[in-house]
């Protein structure tokens, strides 16, 4: 799928509370390697973090601002240092990521610019919904004439909970970039060196969770599921930092269930590619809805098969049966299962990867998703008159 054709002379703004590692960052880094690479300018405004690099290396701009700050005073200073620079840049679309980014944008479109600038978000999450004015906290993200959803699943969350009409809302799937998600462009003996850094034996099966490790992500549960195959050759590596309280408590459990020689804590990598298509199993366990989850198209891009829980975007990303296993989260007896029948048959975890890949290359590719991205902003520029 071609992205859309943009006008070169239009002039977009991406905001986000910080570019650290993590999906909304990333999808602003691919967003504004898209736009740069169309000779459009372009701007992202955050409190900064170790992405800004890879911001400003696409061709964009990267303004330092506060713009995850919460209280009303903060926001509303916000407001007012994005509506000069709107102006100061001639910003025709303010292109929103989360909430207290977005209440600055959407009061400096308002209230503070004297342009008249278009304003949108792209809904990332689910956001707790609770009270009436966790919703109104929420609604921001809803302000605009058209809202990008990253998966059905939150296209649904936003018609469903808060009314938002169908019809405004652009469903963008994450994707994922073939050139650097692929096999075949990895050194010949990747896999044998990846294997021998980790210590596996040759009948061992290497699995793998790549994600950030907090509490909401299920690696206690498949440490406990992988407790009950302690008779199976198997070693895990979790990949991705996290809080030091949550890493604590993870190997507590680790120890205490005798399994610390076979599951290895590796941080935070850059090679995940290389870690991806070394493995023979890879994991989205979330106790939670996963919004989108790329961790399960990234495995399945590299030819891995995913075991993931049956909820939330990996109802779209995860075909059971074909590119791998859906089970009921927080079931420690179905992994366990799931697991055990994945280990049984090497043959079929090579034919579910290479199903995967096929999957990934026609549903979510990076392409794909700015396609759909781009389409809103033609939309919005479209109309003759501001959000």
Known sequence: MEPAAMN???????????????????????????????????????????????????????????????????????????????????????????????????????????????????????????????????????????????????????????????????????????????????????????????????????????????????????????ARLADKPWRLVFAGSGNDGVITELRQQIAALGLDQRIILAGSRRDVPALLAAADLAFSASIEPEAFGRAAIEAEAMATPVIATDHGGSRETVRPGQTGWLVPPRDVDAMAAAIAEALSDRSRLIAMGEAGRAYVLENFTTARMLAQELSAYERLLADDGAA
């Open 8 to 226: 070169p002379t239009a002039r977009i703004l991406q905001l986000l509370p910080a570019l650290g590692d993590g999906g909304v960052e990333r999808s602003t880094v691919e967003m504004a390697a898209g736009l740069g690479a169309r000779g459009i300018a372009n701007w992202v405004v955050s409190g900064g973090g170790d992405l800004v690099a890879a911001v400003e290396a696409t061709g964009a701009r990267h303004v330092r601002l506060p713009v995850g700050a919460k209280s009303p005073f903060a926001i509303i200073a916000n407001a007012r240092a994005l509506g000069r620079l709107i102006d100061a840049e001639a910003i025709d679309i303010v292109h929103a990521r989360s909430r207290a980014p977005a209440w600055a944008g959407w009061l400096a479109c308002r209230c503070f610019a004297r342009r008249r600038c278009h304003f949108m978000t792209t809904f990332h999450g689910v956001y707790g919904h609770g009270n009436a004015l966790k919703r109104f906290y929420n609604r921001v993200m809803l302000k605009g004439p058209l809202v990008v959803a990253n998966s059905q699943f939150i296209r649904a969350h936003i018609r469903d909970v808060y009314g938002y009409p169908d019809d405004r809302i652009i469903v963008a799937a994450r994707g994922v970039d073939p050139a650097l998600f692929d096999p075949a462009a990895l050194p010949p003996d990747s896999r044998g060196t990846i294997r021998a850094e980790f210590g596996l034996a040759s009948d061992e099966a290497l699995l793998i969770m790549v994600g950030r490790i907090t509490g909401w992500k299920g690696h206690g549960v498949l440490v406990e599921a992988l």
